[in-house]
């Protein structure tokens, strides 16, 4: 079934949107509902933004998010930050990048297709070219669109509440972890040896950050299984200091390698699927 044209998985509609705003000095603003708590979405999601539009990740900023200005984006969960709040970027940028394509053409008087790339307009007959910043000035001067909202919703799937079967997600995202544990079974102690993260997620948008999760989503999840207990008695907490609930330290982690097996997901912004919870969980 659908809803304002938003199709119901197995957790309800999934749908993200933002706002793009092309400034007279040729940078982007993006305002959108997706949150950075420290796994890399703001770079990720500016970078959509650099390839679409052609500009460079320092000419790119992503406002803080306001419920006055933010449109609804939907929640920063179930390692949906890149494919939906990228895809929503991409639909915005498409339908800016037309408006600065025109206007380009028209000022380089071009016969040709007109590329944008590096903070400039360049025609690809001719080899001449345009700073995007005079592009953008120039928009606003004729009065024209120089901004954008940008709207993705998830493809259709199928679900049966009652039997639990059907197609939950448009897309999964897959891995292979595997933990090298010494076992001390006198004592009980256990030692992490090593780790090994392989994950499939997609064309990495960036590959630095990507492996950050890797490392930090295992960290998370060796901290539930080993050391980490949250203890209540008669509903009230009794370990509420960091030195009684232990999230494990730099020094309580093996080395972890990540490995990155890039596809392409058709559905998402340049190949692009998620990362975060396919580390967390196996862990």
Do not use: H
Not at 58 to 67: A, G, W
Not at 123 to 143: C, G, H, L, N, T
Not at 268 to 280: H, L, Q, R, T
Request: negative net charge.
């Amino acid at each position: 079934c659908s809803c304002r044209g938003v199709f119901l998985g197995a957790e309800g509609a999934d749908y993200s949107s933002c706002y793009l705003t092309l400034e007279e000095d040729g940078t982007v603003s993006i305002s959108i509902g997706i949150t950075d708590m420290g796994q890399g979405a703001r770079t990720a999601l500016a970078q959509v933004a650099c390839e679409v539009l052609g500009v460079t990740l320092d000419k790119v900023r992503i406002l803080e998010i306001n419920t006055s200005r933010t449109p609804d984006t939907g929640p920063t969960v179930a390692s949906r930050g890149t494919i939906m709040g990228g895809n929503a970027i991409k639909n915005a940028g498409e339908k800016l990048k037309k408006v600065m394509v025109e206007v380009a053409k028209d000022m380089l008087s071009s016969k040709g297709e007109i590329q944008l790339e590096n903070n400039f307009a360049i025609d690809s007959s001719s080899s001449k070219r345009i700073p995007i910043s005079q592009v953008a000035a120039e928009i606003i001067k004729r009065k024209l669109q120089f901004n954008a909202a940008g709207y993705y919703a998830a493809p259709k799937t199928s679900w049966d509440e009652e039997r639990g079967q059907g197609l939950a997600y448009f897309t999964f995202v897959y891995g292979a972890n595997i933990a090298e544990v010494e076992v001390d079974t006198e004592t009980g102690r256990v030692k992490l040896l090593n780790y090994v993260s392989a994950c499939d997620l997609g064309k990495a948008i960036n590959p630095t950050t990507a492996e950050g999760q890797i490392e930090g989503g295992t960290s998370i999840g060796i901290g539930y299984t080993l050391t980490e207990k949250y203890e209540t008695v008669n509903g009230e907490v009794v370990n509420r200091r960091f030195s009684e609930y232990k999230i494990p330290t730099g020094l309580d982690l093996p080395p972890i390698k990540s490995i990155l097996v890039e596809t392409n997901e058709p559905r998402g912004p340049f190949g692009a699927k998620g990362v975060g919870e396919i580390v967390n969980v196996p862990t």
